[in-house]
Nanobody, 113 residues
Framework: QVQLLESGGGLVQTGGSLRLSCAAS????????LGWYRQTPGRHRELVAR???????TYADSVKGRFTISRDNTRATAYLQMADLKPEDTGVYYC???????WGQGSQVSVSS
C-alpha cells in the first residue's frame, strides 16, 4: 500500500519562500514519477510541477523560475521549493505519484499581500 505524507505548508507574505515535502512509503519510489498539483476555489486541480523517475522536470508557466521540484530516492521523498511567492499561489497543494494514481492529503499554502 503506497502512502504519501505531505508537510511544509503554511502562511507566508508575498515574496517569501516555503518548501513542501512529500514522504512516500510502499512501492518502488525510484521508479515513480512525482508531481505537485494545486487546488484553488472554483478551479480544477492544476499541475504545478512534475519530475520523472529519470529526473526530468516540467513546470507550469506560472511558476517557472520560482519553483523547483526535486526528489531524494534514498529518502523516498519529493520536494517543492517555492520562492518569490505571490497571492495567486495560494491553494491546497497535493503530492501525486504514478504509476498507481496516488495522492497525498494536501497542504495549505497561503500567501498574503
Amino acid at each position: 500500500q503506497v502512502q504519501l505524507l505531505e508537510s511544509g505548508g503554511g502562511l507566508v507574505q508575498t515574496g517569501g519562500s516555503l518548501r513542501l515535502s512529500c514522504a512516500a512509503s510502499g512501492g518502488i519510489f525510484r521508479l515513480s514519477s512525482l508531481g505537485w498539483y494545486r487546488q484553488t476555489p472554483g478551479r480544477h486541480r492544476e499541475l504545478v510541477a512534475r519530475i520523472s523517475s529519470e529526473g526530468d522536470t516540467t513546470y507550469a508557466d506560472s511558476v517557472k523560475g520560482r519553483f523547483t521540484i526535486s526528489r531524494d530516492n534514498t529518502r523516498a521523498t519529493a520536494y517543492l521549493q517555492m520562492a518569490d511567492l505571490k497571492p495567486e499561489d495560494t491553494g491546497v497543494y497535493y503530492c501525486y505519484r504514478d504509476p498507481g494514481n496516488y495522492w497525498g492529503q494536501g497542504s495549505q499554502v497561503s500567501v498574503s499581500s
